[in-house]
């Protein structure tokens, strides 16, 4: 018995395994083939599975996803320990938060979590780090929603019907990947032939259509595979104004060559992603009638691998990557602009300096244009060797890796005397102006295995990786510099006859460089006008004087995540269990951190002086994570057809400031005709930040009767409790620089007294710190899918077709208590596949 | 096609008896009013008014009874309780028959200093192509007093705490003592530069200008009395003065930028004055009126700890509150009920589109000794007018 176990998971392992491993004689593929097609027919699996090897991570498969019914690849995330299940918002960017509280942030300052998390899909990460598409002086119109600008990968881009296979490394990466701070998103597409495939889905804001095949030829020595896919959602089914559409194509060869010694595959992936975002207002309304906003993207990429391997027992291989991506996008921002307050000037001085600026109408329409051009490119040689020394049997690999970004874009166009928004001060510039970064990086990783016992045996994958940032110049400090990211992981494994049980522990360092903006952001001109001097309703024109400050934080550096994490489980009799613990401490993620600076400046011969403000990208954000993932799946249960599979996760996430900051939060504005925060700001050594926490489990139970060629699944997906507490901060100002002198005080009880100075004192109630949480809330989601013919099969999918909403109580004015009373109303989608 | 034709004359004949039914009923009634006049002996010289509101025909009566066509009336009662101008007041009355109505009579407010907030017009107005508009903003200041006073160093404000965000103040709640201000802009002059005679106004506008050029649908205030001017070290932000209107003089704004009074009418605005011989420079210095308080905000969802710090004024100091808030989402008065125990507003909810160009308003008592008199009973929701179109000459005129 034991035997015919061992003989049964060494495929299985070989399978999971399969991209990476070679030494297969042909009898062996042919064996594996068939025993993949056997496992795949009776072993349909709809949830995502945990992988127990190397790292703590989420295999979602085909299967899982055709029961899913995603529209993007958003929808995929909900089947990770403790995910939840989000209608599909469309009409908003949509970036990936790995590990972090379902209540968890989703503040800009927090970004570097999903800008740290790649995608690599065939291989070739997609790189976010020359995305510049954002409207600036607009923060809060249309655009701001849909901006990822230095958030990562917009989600909502990524089309899944391709995909064949999806792991979702949570924890510590293997030392190939790179430039990554939170996880990795590995994206395997299909590559094999397959009849024509269709699908339509629709739900209540969006409809889909997919149409790919695979084709063969030569005993599939060459597969061609394409597919095209079209979205079309809108942010509301009744208005058809603002709406989101999406077009995906893909063309991908895989050829493979058998010389007498070499087998060599070569796979040419070309893909095209094209999605508008289009925001009107209804013509019919008289009001605003010039107002729209389309954000235009459309990238197309070259993905090329090349592996070269001996062709009997290797003992080598080498592989090629190279990726070339481009992008063209374009934002086309129209807006009519009245002036609400009479007289504002149109500042289009772009020198530092005295200057005569002439006055905006008081009605204009103002349009607004930015172009980027994205290039991204990735080639990485790497060659793996397979060898045993002793017992040990080594799986090493070693690569070099260049990543070259650059935006070729015209930036920002718009006619500077007829602005978006005429308060803002900022000045267009070009894309192709901001110098390309150059990323070398190398690795060496060696996966070791010792069969020590029967009994027990030990897995060793230990890796070092190298990252540097070329060709900066020399004032910046991480020009050049390597930072390196030792991995680790050691996993235990005890197998018995029925089974194994495993414990790994793993330890990792992981580094994300600054973006092209955070490193090269755009100069700030500080347009300033005399205090004695005003505007006179006959006036037509105004003086300012503009100062120029370059905002570039030439001490950046990369963001760190230092993780660590335990796992243990077992696989006996196929009841697989796991469970993760993990920490992650980013003490240095990018945030815009607030600048002072003094400053003197003449007017007509005046003086004044002044501080100043503005924004710079450090390192200032802390992100900390921490939680217990886990996940126990059932056999499938013969007599009902039942698997039952249980995850959640109790996550807890810190997110604070790691530098201290100065802060005009509480300024009180003018007093006694001096104006407080042009003269005066505090810095405070505090803690600004929150803790969000959830407790989260899902408990799945898929019926698959094959017979009938039916899949069921009832999803009760329960939030125990979430939680949320702010930090305390003490708002006692350490320090206050003054205008006169630019010199940072301390800030002690004289200055306490001064009838100025005392407003920087800020006392916050205790009450503001407590922690605060929600309770219990639980939804059942269906989804079923059946086969109609042997083509055709039907699929849809209810979200919350019953809640679970007890009300609860929390405190009210008085000491008197309030209850809170919850809805949810439910979510629809159908689809239907077909199979020519 | 018969079928119709029957459907119209049976139609018809109803009409026609419904016209003749109509003969047949009291088309009067007579109102016979009951005053309660709380403290007073003596009522004189009555005036009992009832406004027709379909109409918009007025009736008088010198006496307590009178007779109006059936239909609604706005009733309101001038008279000399003891020999003070006392009134009463009530709305929207629908009178169908003879019947009695009951109204509570209070005295006319005649304090030493009597100037009072006549028209606020806070919401803007909107240009003719739908857009907002904010920069013409005003306050008509009244002298509501026998006397003429004068106006140097009135401070106009705004208040610091919202309407329609309630706080749970706890044994912190001043409100009794001090009125919290976001925003003090004073009147200059040397005691006797601003003097207005009774019945007299002050325009004071934030921009003193002709603000039609920028909006068709606004007002030419160029020739206000005052105006505030924010002074601005960025040019982003840039507040424009008339060399010909006085400044107020800026004491204190909690914004940096430009003071643009509550737009949805949250805030509660007043007039207030230092005591004799109390400098800015005095009052900043003094803790007593920086104070710093936790409360807890109450919401729907439950009530959350904050904490706040607001300059303060006590509330002898002031010389008139207008509370204000939106009729629907009013939570709380942000100040003391003794100062205001009411609030007025413009519109019914705060980001109502159909506020823009209309103001709140102080209701006319009459004209007592050839001065006109407004109404001052400390209680905005009878003393105003709400949802007026804004006329910054109103009381000029």
Known sequence: MGSIFCGLMIPVVLLAARPDSLRLDSAQQALLDSLERMFTIQEVVVTAEEKIERSSASVINKEAMQHIQPSSFTDILQTLPGGTTKDPNLTNANTIRLREATNGSTSGEYDASSLGTSFVIDGAPVSTDANMQYVQSDASGADSKRSSVGAGVDMRTISTDDIEKVEIIRGIAGAEYGDVTSGVVKIDRTSKPTPWRARFKADGFSKLLFFGKGLGWNDEQTVLNFGLDYLNAKADPTNTLENYQRITASVRLHQKWQADDFRIRWQSHVDYTGSIDNEKIDPDIHRNREDSYKSEYHKLSW???????????????FCMQANVSGELDRICQTRFVQLTTPKNPAIDNMQEGEATVSLLPYKYVAKHEVEGIPLNVFVRPKAEFFFDTWKLEHKASAGIEWRYAKNFGRGQIYDLSRPLNYSSSLRPRAYYDIPASNQL??????????????????????????????????????????????????????????????????????????????????????????????????????????????????????????????????????HKL???????????????????????????????????????????????????????????????????????????????????????EKSPGVVNGINVQDHYIGLYNWTEGYIRESLNSNLVADVYIQRIGLTVSATLETTIYTASKTLEKNGVPEAYISSKDGQLHPYDAVAAQDPILKTLIFDYNSGLFIRRTVPFEGYLNLRVQKSITKFANIALYVNRLLDILPDYQVSGANGSMVTIHRTASPYFGMEINLNI | ?????????????????????????????????????????????????????????????????????????????????????????????????????????????????????????????????????????????????????????????EADLNSVQKYDLGDQDFRDQYFAVDAMYRIPGDGQTYRVAPGQVLLIADNAMDHTEANANSFDLSVADFEWYDVSSSAGSTDVDNPDVTNLDKIYCYTQTIWVPHNQGHKSFGLARFPEGMTTEDYFADDAYLLQYNYELVTAAGTFSQSKKSYVLPNEWMVDVVNMAPSETFQWLTSSDKLDAGYAYVAPTGSDVTRFGKAVRRKTLGVINERLVLQDTNNSSDDFEMGVPANPFYFKN
């Open chain 2, 1 to 157: 096609m018969k079928v119709e034709r029957l459907k119209i004359i049976a139609l018809f004949l109803c009409l026609l008896f419904v016209a003749c039914d109509q003969k047949d009923i009291n088309t009067t009634a007579k109102v016979t009013v009951v005053l309660h006049a709380e403290g007073i002996d003596e009522v004189s010289e009555i005036e009992l008014k009832a406004h027709d509101i379909n109409m918009n025909k007025d009736y008088t009566e010198s006496t307590l009874v009178i007779t109006v066509p059936v239909g609604y009336f706005d009733f309101s009662v001038r008279a000399l309780g003891d020999g003070q101008a006392i009134r009463a007041y009530k709305r929207g009355v629908k009178v169908q028959h003879d019947c009695t109505i009951e109204m509570d009579a209070s005295y006319v407010s005649q304090g030493d200093d009597n100037f009072v907030l006549a028209e606020i017009f806070f919401a803007g107005t909107e240009t003719p192509e739908g857009k907002r508009y904010i920069g013409d903003k005003y306050f008509v200041v009244f002298n509501n007093s026998a006397d003429t006073l004068a106006a140097d160093g009135l401070i106009l404000v």
């Open chain 1, 303 to 317: 993905n090329n691998t090349l592996r070269l391997h001996q062709a009997d027992v290797p003992w080598w291989c």
């Open chain 1, 578 to 664: 796991s469970i993760t613990y993990f920490e992650e401490d980013m003490r240095n993620a990018f945030r815009g951190l607030m600048q002072v600076e003094a400053f003197d400046y003449t007017i007509s011969e005046n003086a004044y002086d002044r501080l100043l403000t503005y924004s710079m990208t450090s390192n200032g954000s802390r992100i900390y994570k921490q939680g217990v993932e886990w996940q126990y799946q059932s056999p499938r249960i013969k007599a009902i057809c039942t698997r039952f599979t249980l995850n959640g996760a109790w996550l807890r996430t810190v997110y604070n400031n790691s530098e201290r900051m100065y802060s005009t």
């Open chain 1, 441 to 574: 990086a190398w690795y060496i990783q060696d996966d070791i295995s010792f069969p020590l016992h029967e009994h027990f045996g030990l897995n060793l994958n230990i890796g070092l990786r190298g990252t540097s940032l070329l060709g900066l110049g020399s004032q910046y400090a991480i020009n050049g510099k390597c930072y390196l990211d030792p991995r680790a992981n050691i996993g235990f494994n005890f197998p018995f006859s029925k089974g194994k049980f495993y414990v790994a522990v793993a330890i990792g360092q992981h580094t994300k460089m600054p973006t092209l903006l955070q490193l090269s952001p755009n100069l700030l001109y500080m347009d300033l006008q005399a205090t004695d001097i005003a505007i006179a309703p006959t006036d037509t024109t105004m003086r300012i004087y503009t100062h120029i400050i370059n905002p570039t934080n030439y001490d950046l550096q990369p963001a760190r995540n230092l993780k660590w994490e335990v796992r243990a489980g077992f696989d006996i009799n196929k």
